[in-house]
RNA sequence: GCGGGGGUGUCCGAGCGGUCAAAGGAGGCAGGCUUAGGACCUGCUGGCAUAGGCCUGCGCGGGUUCGAAUCCCGCCCCCCGCACCA
């Protein structure tokens, strides 16, 4: 199917890569444009995913050379992580499932496949037919500057290096502790993709509340402290085993389960002794607030293996606490059991401390009631609290029984709370998960605190201020992810950047942890700008020492003095100092939304504190995520489409257009087959079409309709220019693709003969209108119309203002409107014409349109000023009385144009429609298959028998149809 | 839950106060070309209407306005991200 396109397209690859049209080198005399995409990570071929968004850059990077920009696109490959490692291990344990993916999906030769049990052998393979991919889909890419990342490529690597010792000199890495889902027999991070149970959850922090009872403390864990007002009594689970246990230098008593966790937690546990919680049912316990002595409740929705197992109650506000204190007087056995007088569950009053709008005092009563929650072992309890909880927290006000906090919502003031807490010594803080998780393993996960880990920084006011601002100065296309950007650069903490495992370069300064895949991706669009010349002079990694970079980055230092330590030649150090400074900053880079958190975030972290304002990104394009069919991609769900399969099968431009016009912004664009083929079929029509237009032959006198084509050319060449500058790819294509394609549709409807050197014309703007899209079939073309060079570095249209006809295109727009009105007409009557008439308006009526028009620009227009100024000419003042009638009618319609459609008017003056509706008779009569005849309204010999001609407005002759 | 993006005609999507029955594409229909066509070209494609009009309509319910798909309020639904992972 594609065989013709195959020829095309690699024929023209070939003839750019011998001219290398695409490798740009510094000239101080041009602009430059620098883009860049993310590099793709290696553990598989790449995907149509990475080619909607690479493709998106390739049309800026394409259309900003046509612009005469000096363009620079640079391509790497990511090899630092885990995966990569970790696929290799699964195909050297014989994995069936991993060897089918690879084998059928990603299309790996059996013979290619047993050798992947080398990580580095799997990189190198997905990485040379990635490059080769990349070439086939046409991206303009300069292959010079191509390199990979991890320790594997040392150049790189010491370029790493330096990023990281320069972030630890100005402190944006720091050690700390971290605290992470774990699990227990593992001994491991249990991420996401290692979980049998509990995507998503991750560690959450409890306010642990200590009460005093006895010689211990009961650490209560709690998500709001501020209820802490209203406690009346404490649960634990009678049947759960506790402890007395030493943690740190105070006796808590807390679940089994707690004690083990507490100690992952950077806590010194001791345990003393172990005891069923039935064992301290009845006893008491003091409120540290008010000093009261509470009692402690057999509460068995307790659950011991969250938290600490240590619950205290607020039933004013809490679902649960009211529900477990109901059953208990229920059930006066029970209490018995305990040894518990049942005036003890009688004296316990709810205290209420928050008010919220549409509740009374007890929100935890009322809700109780009203859900009809049975009891404590009711699933409708969990609803219950949660409805009272995010009521309560965003719009609860703390009562004046919380003294300092009182008057203040709840969500204000909790962070100041549990501060004051800490300080007064009855606040300690824990981690747990909120929901179950199970590893891989099946061992159930805890919370584990990890210390000596290396952190960015990103938690720092300071620097977040400075990312806040690069957002600002940025363009963001779409504008609304500016949004996004700011929101996340606020959420972001400090971030884990070493690993012990996994591919990567190893941290400087404590080479057994590996800088993390994430933070190893963030300035590296600065190398490209030199690894050019670290190939070209064999520049040895260990040459490229911190103060070379130091030089060559950010300007310090002598070349003179570099070249004797480095033995790099100063004049080199120069040349690479030079070229650095010519390409960045990065002009525009632009990823799928779900890097804005993490990648797109860091690269703005990073290119903040390390550079000066002026190499900051220019413009950081996002877009939505590929689906197939409606679906998202994914290997297991059997839609995976590789970007050599998909071109294979369709071709460059045909792939490159279908996913062009799938979406922009940041919708997601799907990918159907069927959307392939019929724009295959449109790109083989556009073809033929341009062969046409470029064998014809003789040159005609252009007339209105001529003006027309080209004036709205110059609208489309504005608008999709505009459109590509804003990355709005999709309406670009848009426009380029089929707009233009309708107006010359139009022009060939709406003429007996085309003009050839009108539509030559058009065909030369159209097909460097596509060539950003679909570049290689436009090489074609351009040959075609007898053109020298490549298109991809000709000149991009130049809108012409001079060449916009607004009478012409006004003009058109009567045309259009007047079969529209006579096929309506012919509709509602049923009647096929035989004989129609059209009659222009009277000089009278324009001149009387084009006057309120005027007018109606500045101000909205009145009838009175309107006569009071039409009366001043001395022929309108005649006809008085029909021309207050006829403005009665037109002043409605004027008021509710827009102000454009005003403008234009009255910018086309004042149109002859007589000699344009004869022009266009030949149109009318090929419509119409009707004879027709044309009549100025005042020409009294006109044909008119059903009087119609007094109808006739400007823009608007009258119709009689016979 | 928090944050971001969305809900438009048969479908995909543009529009974001008047030019809107609403761009463009797909699908459907009709005509042309052709031995034939799922290939190509052209036109039509909400309903009603014997004169260029009217009615319904842009997630749901209210409101602002001379006028709302577009602005405001409330609600429902969908997609994406939420950290040691590329």
């Known amino acids: 199917m594609s065989l013709e396109w195959r020829r095309i397209e690699e024929k023209w690859r070939r003839e750019w890569e011998k001219d290398r049209i695409f490798e740009a080198d510094p000239d101080p005399k041009r602009k430059k444009c620098f883009v860049t995409f993310p590099y793709p990570y290696m553990n598989g071929p790449l995907h149509l995913g990475h080619a909607f968004t690479a493709t998106r850059i390739d049309v800026y990077a394409r259309y900003k050379r046509m612009r005469g920009f000096n363009t620079l696109f640079p391509w790497a490959w990511h090899w630092t992580g885990e995966p990569i490692v970790g696929t290799a291990l699964r195909i050297q344990s014989g994995d069936e499932e991993i060897i089918k993916a690879l084998k059928e999906i990603d299309g790996v030769p059996e013979e290619e496949l047993k050798k992947f049990v080398d990580p580095i052998y799997?990189?190198?393979?997905?990485?040379?037919?990635?490059?080769?991919?990349?070439?086939?889909?046409?991206?303009?890419?300069?292959?010079?500057?191509?390199?990979?990342?991890?320790?594997?490529?040392?150049?790189?690597?010491?370029?790493?290096?330096?990023?990281?010792?320069?972030?630890?000199?100005?402190?944006?890495?720091?050690?700390?502790?971290?605290?992470?889902?774990?699990?227990?027999?593992?001994?491991?991070?249990?991420?996401?993709?290692?979980?049998?149970?509990?995507?998503?959850?991750?560690?959450?922090?409890?306010?642990?509340?200590?009460?005093?009872?006895?010689?211990?403390?009961?650490?209560?864990?709690?998500?709001?402290?501020?209820?802490?007002?209203?406690?009346?009594?404490?649960?634990?689970?009678?049947?759960?085993?506790?402890?007395?246990?030493?943690?740190?230098?105070?006796?808590?008593?807390?679940?089994?389960?707690?004690?083990?966790?507490?100690?992952?937690?950077?806590?010194?546990?001791?345990?003393?002794?172990?005891?069923?919680?039935?064992?301290?049912?009845?006893?008491?316990?003091?409120?540290?607030?008010?000093?009261?002595?509470?009692?402690?409740?057999?509460?068995?929705?307790?659950?011991?293996?969250?938290?600490?197992?240590?619950?205290?109650?607020?039933?004013?506000?809490?679902?649960?606490?009211?529900?477990?204190?109901?059953?208990?007087?229920?059930?006066?056995?029970?209490?018995?059991?305990?040894?518990?007088?049942?005036?003890?569950?009688?004296?316990?009053?709810?205290?209420?401390?928050?008010?919220?709008?549409?509740?009374?005092?007890?929100?935890?009563?009322?809700?109780?009631?009203?859900?009809?929650?049975?009891?404590?072992?009711?699933?409708?309890?969990?609803?219950?609290?949660?409805?009272?909880?995010?009521?309560?927290?965003?719009t609860g006000v703390l009562k004046p029984i919380t003294g300092k906090y009182a008057g203040k919502r709840v969500r204000d003031v909790k962070a100041e709370l549990i501060e004051d807490f800490k300080k007064m010594g009855i606040a300690d803080l824990m981690y747990d998960l909120p929901e179950k998780v199970v590893c891989r393993c099946t061992t159930r996960c805890i919370v584990k605190i990890l210390s000596d880990q290396w952190f960015l920084k990103y938690s720092d006011p300071e620097w977040k201020k400075l990312a806040h601002e690069a957002v600002d100065r940025a363009k963001i296309f779409p504008e609304t992810a500016r949004a996004y950007f700011h929101d996340k650069i606020d959420?972001?903490?400090?971030?884990?950047?070493?690993?012990?495992?996994?591919?990567?370069?190893?941290?400087?300064?404590?080479?057994?942890?590996?800088?993390?895949?994430?933070?190893?991706?963030?300035?590296?669009?600065?190398?490209?700008?030199?690894?050019?010349?670290?190939?070209?002079?064999?520049?040895?990694?260990?040459?490229?020492?911190?103060?070379?970079?130091?030089?060559?980055?950010?300007?310090?230092?002598?070349?003179?003095?570099?070249?004797?330590?480095?033995?790099?030649?100063?004049?080199?150090?120069?040349?690479?100092?030079?070229?650095?400074?010519?390409?960045?900053?990065?002009?525009?880079?632009?990823?799928?939304?779900?890097?804005?958190?993490?990648?797109?975030?860091?690269?703005?972290?990073?290119?903040?504190?390390?550079?000066?304002?002026?190499?900051?990104?220019?413009?950081?394009?996002?877009?939505?995520?590929?689906?197939?069919?409606?679906?998202?991609?994914?290997?297991?769900?059997?839609?995976?489409?590789?970007?050599?399969?998909?071109?294979?099968?369709?071709?460059?431009?045909?792939?490159?257009?279908?996913?062009?016009?799938?979406?922009?912004?940041?919708?997601?664009?799907?990918?159907?087959?069927?959307?392939?083929?019929?724009?295959?079929?449109?790109?083989?029509?556009?073809?033929?079409?341009?062969?046409?237009?470029?064998s014809m032959q003789g040159e005609d006198k252009p007339r209105s309709i001529d003006r027309w084509l080209i004036s709205v050319l110059q609208g489309r060449i504005k608008a999709v220019s505009e459109a590509i500058e804003n990355l709005k790819t999709r309406t670009a294509a848009e426009i380029a693709f089929f707009e233009v394609w309708n107006d010359i549709r139009w022009y060939l409807r709406r003429v007996d003969k085309p003009n050839p050197k009108t539509l030559k014309k058009v065909a030369d703007v159209w097909v460097r209108l596509l060539a950003p899209f679909t570049p290689h079939v436009c090489e074609e073309m351009w040959r075609l119309l007898k053109r020298k060079g490549f298109i991809s570095v000709a000149e991009w249209p130049v809108y012409d203002k001079e060449k916009v006809d607004v009478a012409a295109e006004e003009s058109e727009d009567i045309i259009r409107s007047l079969i529209n009105d006579t096929l309506n007409i012919m509709e509602a009557t049923k009647k096929t014409p035989k004989r129609i008439c059209y009659y222009v308006a009277a000089d009278w009526k324009w001149k009387v349109y084009l006057e309120i028009l005027r007018k109606a620009l500045s101000a909205r227009v009145e009838i009175r000023d309107v006569m009071r100024a039409l009366m001043k000419d001395q022929e309108l003042r005649e006809k008085a009385k029909k021309i207050s009638a006829y403005v009665g009618k037109l002043l409605p319609e004027i008021n509710v144009m827009s102000e454009d459609q005003k403008r234009r008017r009255v910018k086309a003056k004042r149109i002859d429609e007589e000699a344009l509706l004869n022009e266009a008779k030949e149109l009318f009569e090929k419509e119409f298959k009707a004879e027709i005849l044309i009549y100025n309204e005042d020409d009294s010999k006109r044909y008119d028998p059903m009087n119609r001609a007094n109808l006739a407005k400007p823009y608007r002759p009258a119709i009689y149809i016979e």
């Open 491 to 694: 959420w972001l903490r400090d971030w884990a950047c070493a690993r012990r495992t996994g591919l990567g370069t190893p941290l400087p300064w404590s080479p057994d942890w590996i800088v993390e895949t994430l933070s190893d991706s963030t300035i590296y669009m600065a190398f490209y700008t030199i690894v050019k010349h670290i190939r070209k002079y064999n520049i040895k990694a260990e040459q490229l020492t911190n103060e070379v970079f130091d030089h060559i980055f950010l300007g310090i230092g002598d070349p003179d003095a570099l070249a004797k330590d480095s033995g790099i030649d100063a004049s080199i150090i120069r040349e690479m100092r030079d070229e650095f400074t010519y390409w960045y900053p990065v002009d525009l880079r632009v990823s799928a939304k779900e890097l804005v958190p993490n990648h797109l975030s860091f690269f703005i972290f990073q290119h903040v504190a390390l550079f000066p304002q002026k190499y900051w990104p220019r413009a950081i394009g996002v877009n939505g995520m590929l689906l197939i069919e409606g679906k998202k991609m994914s290997k297991s769900k059997g839609n995976f489409l590789t970007l050599s399969k998909t071109v294979d099968e369709f071709g460059a431009d045909v792939t490159r257009m279908t996913l062009i016009l799938g979406a922009e912004d940041m919708e997601d664009p799907d990918w159907r087959a069927e959307n392939a083929k019929s724009i295959d079929s449109k790109l083989r029509s556009l073809y033929r079409f341009i062969n046409e237009i470029a």
């Open 122 to 394: 799997m990189a190198k393979y997905y990485t040379s037919e990635g490059k080769e991919a990349a070439k086939e889909i046409g991206f303009s890419v300069d292959w010079r500057r191509e390199f990979h990342t991890t320790s594997l490529e040392p150049a790189y690597s010491r370029f790493i290096e330096w990023q990281y010792e320069t972030l630890r000199k100005k402190g944006y890495v720091v050690k700390g502790t971290h605290p992470v889902v774990w699990c227990p027999k593992c001994k491991s991070p249990t991420g996401d993709h290692d979980r049998l149970e509990g995507e998503g959850v991750s560690p959450e922090e409890y306010t642990l509340l200590k009460f005093q009872c006895g010689d211990a403390y009961l650490p209560a864990a709690t998500f709001r402290p501020e209820t802490i007002y209203g406690v009346t009594n404490m649960f634990l689970n009678p049947d759960a085993t506790y402890v007395e246990a030493i943690v740190d230098d105070e006796k808590w008593i807390i679940s089994k389960e707690a004690a083990f966790k507490l100690s992952e937690q950077m806590r010194k546990v001791k345990i003393l002794r172990e005891f069923k919680g039935s064992e301290l049912i009845g006893k008491y316990f003091v409120d540290p607030i008010s000093g009261r002595n509470l009692p402690i409740l057999p509460g068995w929705f307790v659950d011991p293996k969250s938290a600490t197992g240590v619950v205290y109650s607020v039933p004013a506000h809490a679902p649960a606490d009211w529900i477990a204190l109901k059953d208990l007087m229920n059930k006066p056995e029970v209490l018995r059991k305990f040894g518990i007088d049942l005036e003890v569950i009688k004296g316990i009053k709810p205290i209420s401390l928050i008010k919220v709008e549409g509740y009374g005092d007890y929100p935890a009563i009322e809700i109780v009631e009203k859900m009809g929650v049975r009891d404590q072992f009711d699933p409708k309890v969990d609803e219950a609290t949660s409805i009272i909880y995010r009521k309560e927290f965003h």
